[in-house]
């Protein structure tokens, strides 16, 4: 695990070339991919009550492979894609290290895809750093087998703590006074993207209508309520720049009755995240 973690360091080290609390942060962060993926394995088998026994699976942007890891233990076959080829060497370690057999993962671009077909497609937190949102979602709908399922985690863009910056409503000022706000607070996320306009957060309603404009009709989206704010999400120490409740804000909180008045209208609109699981 060791050589592993320095996989990590050496990746974040290339893209932040300084060492700052974010620096460690998001050492931290991809340090936790495989947790991460099991985790994300769990929400989708909670929000489709689906088996992945005998199913061919696909990760569209699959990162440093965390989840695929998870998918090997569950799927027939898992393949996974990734832009970024220094995200697919880390993968292919992760992969190596553990004998994982049934898996394959490509540097390559989802549009590149054309004759594929799979039975469940995952696309977790690629959607928002994508241009053109309504092509990737006739894309992955295209690549979906009859009786399919993608399923999909996407940002919230009315949240109250932003996932990039868990800087208060960033996502909804003008990219210019966004970047402002950043380069004051977090200068090492520019490392990362050269502007706050990169980042395409939904709102409920306008990740409904981007299903709605490609006509795809069997959609339910879930607001993430254990993620409602960044402490509760389980990656979340290892962030210096969280929110911390404190006094009754932290007694409602702490309460399941209280989480679960959450994920109704109108909290559920600003919950962290989106989890979208379509059919086909």
């Known amino acids: 695990m060791g050589k592993e973690k320095q996989l990590f360091e050496n990746y974040v080290s290339k893209k932040m070339k300084t060492k700052t609390k974010f620096t ?3 050492t931290q962060y991809y340090y936790g991919t495989v947790g991460r993926g099991t ?3 769990n929400l989708f088998y909670y929000f489709t009550d689906s ?3 005998g199913k061919s699976v696909l990760d569209c942007g699959c990162g440093m492979g965390g989840l695929l890891i998870a998918l090997s233990g569950e799927a027939k076959k898992a393949t996974g894609i990734e832009l970024d080829k220094d995200s697919v060497n880390i993968a292919l370690n992760l992969i190596k290290n553990r004998n994982i057999k049934n898996v394959s993962i490509y540097n390559k671009d989802i549009f590149e895809l054309k004759k594929e ?6 696309c977790i937190d690629v959607l928002e750093h ?4 309504t092509k990737l979602i006739k894309q992955l709908y295209t690549l979906l087998n009859k009786d399919g399922i993608i399923f999909i985690k996407q940002g919230n863009k009315i949240t109250p703590f932003e996932p990039h910056t868990c800087i208060p409503y960033i996502s909804l000022l003008p990219s210019n006074m966004a970047d402002k706000i950043i380069l004051k ?3 090492e996320f520019f490392n990362l993207y050269e502007s706050y306009e990169e980042i395409k957060l939904l709102s409920f309603m306008q990740l409904k209508k981007l299903f709605e404009k490609n006509n795809i009709k069997n959609v339910k989206i879930y607001s993430s309520v254990t993620d409602y704010f960044p402490y509760l999400n389980y990656t979340a120490p290892h ?3 969280q929110y911390k409740p404190k006094g009754t804000m932290k007694k409602i909180l702490s309460s399941k009755k209280n989480i679960g008045i959450l994920s109704l209208p109108p909290f559920c609109y600003f919950a962290k995240d989106w989890f979208v699981v379509v059919r086909k």
């Not at 077909?117 to 995952?122: E, H, L, P, R, T």
């Not at 994508?130 to 949102?133: A, E, I, W």
Request: proline share 8%; glycine share 0%; no cysteine.
């Open 239 to 241: 962030s210096p720049f």
């Open 117 to 122: 077909k799979y039975d469940i497609i995952f």
């Open 39 to 41: 985790h994300m394995l």
């Open 51 to 53: 088996s992945l026994d």
């Open 185 to 187: 607070k977090i200068p």
């Open 24 to 26: 460690e942060y998001m």
């Open 130 to 133: 994508v241009k053109n949102q």
